[in-house]
């Protein structure tokens, strides 16, 4: 197989820390399998850029990532004085720029984050039916609210106006809605694979063993809401297989705290994905363990994303105090997902997901610093027998 | 005093059901304090001026109410089928459509949602701290995401763009916000005449007894949301006793949640409000609990609306399963709004709060129907001593 090549940017705050953790556990895999993988690391610290040119990454960011297969980021935003959690060095606009212009660069449109409560993680709701949850959220992830177009008329006064337009194409409404079916398939492939069923009703009464959401505010919000409802019907017709349900956001949001386990599959526009996601996150178990991939599905040769959901938490950067666990996660997404091309990696990505999954059940409760879980993981990882 | 005049609009599916014991519960408060307060009802089910203008209510709906004090509305949805919820005879751009007309008709930029675990109320959280939950979320509702405009290019066709425009003010956001920094001082103040108080740290290690924090998305909407801190941050200058805090809208949700316990007030915009004040309601128990009202607090005589946070709940109208809670503390909200003027109805508002809030507790968990809980609440009224 080829060389993967994957380009690591710890970033800011707790990422230099958590990421750290991740390559320790890389280099375990790659030994172990003897995989033809290697990495380079960008340490792009947000200031440091900005002092030099008022951005915060080099100016040619964007070139020197662009042949790599993937990028594992830490987390973004400038810690500032970690006195001060609430006041920034640099404004979120700058520092986490360059989130948003690799999504846009690279054409990552897809952004998906599951949500199931591993054993071991916190449970919020107080329903025991909240350790069935098992969801797919997937952000449309290239378009309409973050398109940054707007401006502010009269800036300053008291008249002031400021308009903010969200753009939505029917090209990436319908190739984010295909995306969500061909995951709910592929999910019920998978359980049934495990023996474990679910079902969900369509309108006409049948049953189906998946389900696609989508979500929309087409109530208040109609020009895009009408266009998603009618790109989510037609795009139905070719997935007779998997039932369908429509929610507004607002509605959403509150069936995610009330009866989350009722979801599949989730499809929502950029914020309202936003918003939704770290919802999802919650309910997994909160931020400490959430991973997040910003992916381009296309055979583009473009790299995709791979963050832990958390920011750079200043509060406690430089401690030693972050958890990896959702860092762990991510990067066991990204070797999954490199490993269409080579299945050795999806295998090192599965073990590496059982090795974080099983520190964490055994680990429920207790206090660990940020190296101790790393090396607890990758200790689990040099156990296993010989592949 | 002048003759209280409020305007009853039962709306659609569990509407006419839920008003029916709010009028019982007015009555007798009517009856028991002798108050000038007469009320008119306006039966408009939406299908029904459908067939006959195109409208889910009359041409002429806003200056036959705009001469009541108050509009008491049930909800709003035309139930359909009732075999098939998700299935409504009229799509809800036009059946809900009244509800953003006489927001914006009225001028009542302000909706306000309370949230509080009343004891008896369903906990959707785990952590016991989810009982200290007093939260007020103040959302603007005259503008932003809700402004209506924009359009669809080339519709239908593969090559369709829509567009929805975000329209803020800088007045409407100047007067949202000072409403939220009074609300809070008025909490606070609340709060020492019933010996509680609670503490909120300033950036600066201040000490406060209230907060207001802001809700945006500034990190990706940025031309409103550099407008929202600008105003906020000016706000706050006049308001020193307050503490102020800023929460992006993803971490807000993610907050409300994991800490909701936390929060004194907040203020959001129209849509990311509209998200905030769903999860709240969820927080205080679910629809079943929630009031809302839509408030017009200038001196303009226009009227401010009251109605649920749920909705019409086709699945069960017509049935008398639909709990009334939430519309009887919504019209106890609304005799208290009305009391700014008469302090017997204030009382009122507060007797009907407090028998509400007692059937609540005395009959946590039991399946009632909605007569029977009116009747409840009612016979609690009438058993009270002479005021
Ligand atoms: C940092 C911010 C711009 C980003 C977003 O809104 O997409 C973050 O919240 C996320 O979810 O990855
Ligand atoms: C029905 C809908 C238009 C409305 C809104 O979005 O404002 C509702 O969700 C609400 O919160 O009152």
Redesign the pocket.
Known sequence: AQKTRIAVTPGDGIGPEVVAEAVHCLEALRKRHNLPMEWTRFPWPSHAWHEENGESMPADALDQLKHYDAILLGALGDPGPVDDPDRYLLPDSISLAPLLDMRKGFDQWVCERPARLLPGARQYLADERAKDIDMLVIRENSEGEYVSQGGRLRKGSPDEVATQMEVFTRRATDRIIRYGFEQARLRAAVRAEEGRTRQFRTLDGKTCESQVCIVT?R??LRYWGDMYTEAFEEMAKQYPDVATHHE?V??ACMKFVQAPWAFDVVVASNLQGDILTDLAAVLSGGMGVAPSCNLNPDDSGMPSMFEPTHGSAPDIAGQGLADPTAMLFTTARMLEWLGRKDPAVATAGRELFDAVAADLAENAGSRRGTQEIGQAVRERLEKLTRP
Chains 1, 2 share one sequence.
Do not use: I
Request: hydrophobic share 50%; aromatic share 0%.
């Open positions: 505010k109530n208040a507004l607002d509605a």
